[in-house]
């Protein structure tokens, strides 16, 4: 009776556990599973959004992989991945280190930072391509303080650094917590303990990476 019990009221848990998830998963397959479906099966067919797609089987990947583009755009696509890594990895434990104190309002900048990450990528695109649009809000902020506008899709770099602020911008909070995390199991003792025996704030760093 007691293992009949103990049953019951794990599979009620379970239940309302789902129940608590399915939300979650129904967001989640909306935002990403199905226009990730639909963009493969578009990759088959020709459509120019103005008329309904045509099935064309494998041509448009026969003609991207025969262009000659495929291995620029593949390097490129490294080396700024490459780039966005590097400057998310240095930043995120900055952001860990400013945020691993005990100061009032530590928990809204923990959330605002990882606000971005959980927003949608289709909405969070959006607004970046409006803003960087030649009459959009960046040209627009330029032009109130005298400054020429920028047509940014026209340059290699301006387009390269945006994509950079933007992976950033939605990487940052994952990365940071998983900094804070471990900056957070550190024994506090360890770094006052550098601190008092007249260690620089390199060398302090050191210490916390070497212990993290």
Same mark, same amino acid.
């Given at each position: 009776?007691?293992?009949?019990?103990?049953?019951?009221?794990?599979?009620?848990?379970?239940?309302?556990?789902?129940?608590?998830?399915?939300?979650?998963?129904?967001?989640?397959?909306?935002?990403?599973?199905?226009?990730?479906?639909?963009?493969?099966?578009?990759?088959?067919?020709?459509?120019?959004?103005?008329?309904?797609?045509?099935?064309?089987?494998?041509?448009?990947?026969?003609?991207?992989?025969?262009?000659?583009?495929?291995?620029?755009?593949?390097?490129?696509?490294?080396?700024?991945?490459?780039?966005?890594?590097?400057?998310?990895?240095?930043?995120?434990?900055?952001?860990?280190?400013?945020?691993?104190?005990?100061?009032?309002?530590?928990?809204?900048?923990?959330? @605002?930072? /990882?606000?971005? &990450?959980?927003?949608?990528?289709?909405?969070?695109?959006?607004?970046?391509?409006? =803003? +960087? *649009?030649?009459?959009?809000?960046?040209?627009?902020?330029?032009?109130?303080?005298?400054?020429?506008?920028?047509?940014?899709?026209?340059?290699?770099?301006?387009?390269?650094?945006?994509?950079?602020?933007?992976?950033?911008?939605?990487?940052?909070?994952?990365?940071?917590?998983?900094?804070?995390?471990?900056?957070?199991?550190?024994?506090? @003792?360890? /770094?006052?303990? &550098?601190?008092?025996?007249?260690?620089?704030?390199?060398?302090?760093?050191?210490? =916390? +990476? *070497?212990?993290?």
């Amino acid at each position: 009776m007691k293992t009949m019990k103990v049953r019951t009221r794990s599979y009620r848990e379970a239940k309302i556990a789902y129940l608590i998830l399915i939300p979650f998963f129904i967001y989640i397959a909306f935002w990403n599973l199905l226009p990730l479906i639909l963009g493969i099966l578009l990759g088959f067919a020709q459509y120019n959004a103005l008329s309904p797609p045509v099935w064309v089987g494998l041509r448009n990947y026969r003609m991207f992989f025969e262009s000659g583009v495929y291995l620029p755009l593949l390097w490129r696509q490294v080396w700024i991945g490459a780039l966005c890594l590097a400057v998310n990895t240095i930043l995120s434990f900055v952001v860990a280190l400013a945020l691993n104190n005990n100061a009032k309002g530590r928990g809204f900048f923990r959330a @605002s930072f /990882y606000v971005p &990450a959980v927003a949608a990528v289709s909405v969070t695109t959006a607004v970046f391509v409006s =803003l +960087l *649009s030649p009459l959009g809000g960046f040209n627009r902020a330029m032009e109130s303080i005298g400054m020429d506008p920028i047509i940014w899709s026209h340059s290699q770099f301006w387009m390269v650094f945006w994509i950079v602020v933007y992976f950033v911008w939605r990487a940052i909070g994952p990365a940071s917590i998983i900094w804070l995390g471990g900056l957070q199991g550190i024994d506090p @003792s360890l /770094y006052e303990a &550098a601190k008092v025996d007249g260690a620089s704030f390199s060398q302090r760093i050191g210490l =916390l +990476l *070497s212990q993290g």
